[in-house]
Each structure stands twice: as structure tokens, then as C-alpha cells.
């Protein structure tokens, strides 16, 4: 087996939830919430030390997240997807802490203006929670907008991070 693509797969418990982070001797794979009444296995003995470190940036990573502070990961990611999805997860990395951007935003800003669809499909395919902050994306009119793993953790994410943006949700019942 090779070495390098053996996925890690750490459990990190934090203030916002469970999360699972999955990573290989590249980078980061994955971020994914866990459901609360998941018994899944993990923390096995990696052969692979550099997938655990990986794996254990990242869930270091989303433990100061949910205490507050602003993180952007700085680790290696191991993604494999059309140029245009990692064109797009890399400006989300950039929406700073508190702070959102629509889609039309980010398809003006990865050189695809007027293609916002194509974007939404990039932004909902992202397999990082928080460290690839998708959750920050909103639509034109400030509406929120599909996230992979449900509009309640959008909300609570954009509430931790004090989002400026979140009272119109509130206000707009969506």
C-alpha cells in the first residue's frame, strides 16, 4: 500500500460540535461534522505519521475556531477536484473571520463573473467545513443559502464568528 494515501482519520471534539478530519501524508482531505449519535471508529494507530500530523493540525485547527479565534489553516490539502472547485475553496480561505461574501463575489474574483451557479456547485462540494469556510457564502441579497451540512450550522457558525450579516437572517426567517 502506499504510504501517501492512506487517510487518517482523527475525531475532534470542540465547543461548536463533533467534527471528523480525515488527511493523508499530502495534506488535509476532509472536515466533516459528526452526528451526535455516531459511533464511528477512529483515532487508530496511523502507519503513516505524516497523515496524522496532518490530521491533528486540523483538528487543532477547528479547537481554537470554536474558542473564538480566528484560524486560517496553513497546512497542505490533498484535494482531487476540477480546477475550478480548488480555485474557488482557495478564495473562501481568504473571506475573512466575521465577515461574508456572495457568490457572484467569488465567481467575479476566480475570473468567472456572471457564473455564480457554477460557483454555488463548487461552494457546495467543498469537503473542508470551517477551515474552507463555505459557511461564510451568502446569496446576492444577503439570504443564506444551501450548506452541505445544514442551514443551523451556517447560522451558529456565522453567529460564533459575529458575523455582521447574520441579524438580516434573522430577520428575513431564513
Not at 27 to 32: F, H, I, M, S
Amino acid at each position: 500500500m502506499n504510504g501517501g494515501n492512506e487517510v487518517v482519520s482523527v475525531r475532534a471534539s470542540t465547543a461548536l460540535g463533533e467534527f471528523m478530519v480525515r488527511a493523508t501524508a499530502r495534506g488535509l482531505r476532509a472536515v466533516t461534522p459528526v452526528p451526535a449519535a455516531s459511533a464511528d471508529a477512529c483515532n487508530r494507530p496511523p502507519a503513516n505519521h505524516a497523515a496524522l500530523a496532518h490530521a491533528c493540525a486540523a483538528a487543532e485547527a477547528l479547537r481554537r475556531y470554536a474558542a473564538g479565534e480566528p484560524v486560517r489553516f496553513a497546512g497542505p490539502f490533498d484535494l482531487d477536484a476540477p480546477a475550478l472547485h480548488l480555485a474557488v475553496w482557495e478564495r473562501l480561505r481568504s473571506i475573512p473571520f466575521g465577515t461574508t461574501a456572495t457568490y457572484g463575489e467569488i465567481a467575479a474574483a476566480v475570473g468567472q463573473p456572471g457564473e455564480a451557479r457554477a460557483i454555488g456547485a463548487a461552494v457546495g462540494a467543498n469537503p473542508i467545513c470551517i477551515l474552507t469556510p463555505c459557511h461564510r457564502v451568502v446569496g446576492a441579497d444577503g439570504s443564506l443559502r444551501g450548506f452541505a451540512w445544514g442551514l443551523d450550522l451556517k447560522r451558529r457558525l456565522l453567529a460564533h464568528e459575529g458575523s455582521a450579516a447574520l441579524p438580516l437572517f434573522a430577520e428575513s426567517g431564513r
